[in-house]
């Protein structure tokens, strides 16, 4: 059983146009991550969420909007894509949070967006 | 606010032989230091962590780091080689204070192992 997915795998669109990438993890951890991959591998934290609730959330245009309806589910819809936008976009969880949290990010196997 | 600098965009060695990779960080507090891997079109795989007690992590795969403190260095290592190594490594680091949990990761570094 995969312990994170991401759906879908490629997304291929046109500039303008709005997506959402989803993202599942079955591990019963309470925090989960969007990341950002650029061209260059270059990872760089998006949002964050603990229980439902946003914890963090990193320099990011408002196109960008993460959805978590439960715990285990933390979605990610971009309105009026951009060529910037073009990137992989990594889903990831955790257990814990701030001082309770010490252990390791399982991660998806990423969503590459390309955008036309 | 905490950084993490890997110094080599590659690293190339041949099989058999004992590989370094190198990463230094910076925080407030104390670090919480980790590596990852990333093979071709996959998501990064948790390698091992350092949180406190012994300065030797050894991880899986056969890989270990060595946390340094004086020098704020979290080099990866691995007494022997294999091509199936090769892959992307990052270095990352959180701030044991708290700060949520933002895990900062460095740039990673690519590790070519040649037979």
């Known amino acids: 059983d995969t312990a994170v997915s991401q759906t879908p795998k490629y997304l291929v669109t046109q500039m303008g146009n709005d997506k959402s990438i989803k993202c599942e993890q079955n591990?019963?951890?309470?925090?989960m991550y969007w990341y950002k991959q650029d061209s260059k591998k270059f990872l760089k934290i998006m949002f964050s969420?603990?229980?439902?609730?946003?914890?963090i959330n990193e320099t990011v245009p408002n196109r960008f909007s993460p959805k978590s309806p439960d715990k285990a589910h933390l979605n990610l819809h971009i309105n009026s894509l951009e060529l910037g936008d073009s990137a992989v976009y990594f889903c990831?969880?955790?257990?814990?949070?701030?001082?309770?949290?010490?252990?390791?990010?399982?991660f998806g196997e990423g969503s590459r967006l390309t955008v036309l | 606010a905490q950084s993490v600098a890997q110094p080599e965009d590659q690293v190339n060695v041949a099989e058999g032989n004992p590989l370094t990779v190198k990463c230094t960080y910076s925080v407030s507090g104390n670090p919480y230091l980790f590596w990852y891997v990333q093979y071709p079109n996959r998501g990064l795989q948790f390698l091992l962590k350092y949180i406190t007690g012994d300065n030797l992590v050894k991880g899986s795969y056969g890989f270990e780091a060595e946390f340094n403190k004086s020098q704020t260095s979290f080099h990866l290592k691995k007494p022997s080689a294999l091509v199936s190594d090769s892959a992307l490594y990052f270095c990352a680091v959180r701030d044991g204070l708290g700060a949520g949990n933002m895990l900062t990761f460095g740039g990673g570094t690519r590790l070519m192992v040649k037979p």
């Open positions: 990831a969880s955790s257990q814990g949070f701030g001082l309770l949290n010490t252990g390791e990010l399982f």
């Open positions: 591990l019963g951890h309470d925090t």
């Open positions: 969420y603990n229980n439902k609730e946003l914890i």
